[in-house]
């Protein structure tokens, strides 16, 4: 059984920011930042692209109010909303979760940073969309 399962059954304790019906959004272990939250349907879906539309939908909602809630009662200056989709992109546990990292500064314990690539965008596009 995939660890946020057990999580989500009870097997194993967790600090609880959020539960409904459809939803549990616990800290995060590793407190990228102080708050760092994952947010996860209780359903298991390997990852986002798994799941119904409605069902990411709701998710999203539930992530956008717990991230607000977030913000405001730790002071927080910002945050990312990240999903990471398979290994590759940096995905340890196959079960789809939204990560919500506080940010205070530029100085955070986290780092995004985006490089140019030097591709043909024609060519990228034409294979984005061909069938």
């Not at 730790?74 to 990471?84: F, T």
């Not at 985006?114 to 043909?120: A, G, K, L, M, Y």
Request: proline share 3%.
């Amino acid at each position: 059984m995939c660890i946020f399962c057990s999580i989500i059954k009870g097997d194993i304790p967790s600090k609880k920011v959020y539960e409904d019906e459809d939803t549990l959004a616990i800290l995060d272990i590793s407190q990228t930042t102080e708050g760092h939250t994952l947010v996860m349907p209780k359903k298991h879906y390997d990852n986002f692209l798994a799941m119904p539309t409605d069902e990411f939908g709701r998710l999203m909602e539930k992530t956008k109010e717990i991230a607000a809630k977030v913000i405001k009662n730790l002071d927080a200056k910002g945050c990312n909303i990240l999903i990471n989709t398979n290994e590759v992109a940096g995905q340890s546990v196959m079960h789809t979760h939204v990560h919500i990292i506080p940010r205070y500064d530029e100085n955070d314990t986290i780092r995004i940073s985006f490089t140019e690539n030097q591709s043909d965008l024609d060519e990228v596009l034409k294979k984005i969309n061909q069938d």
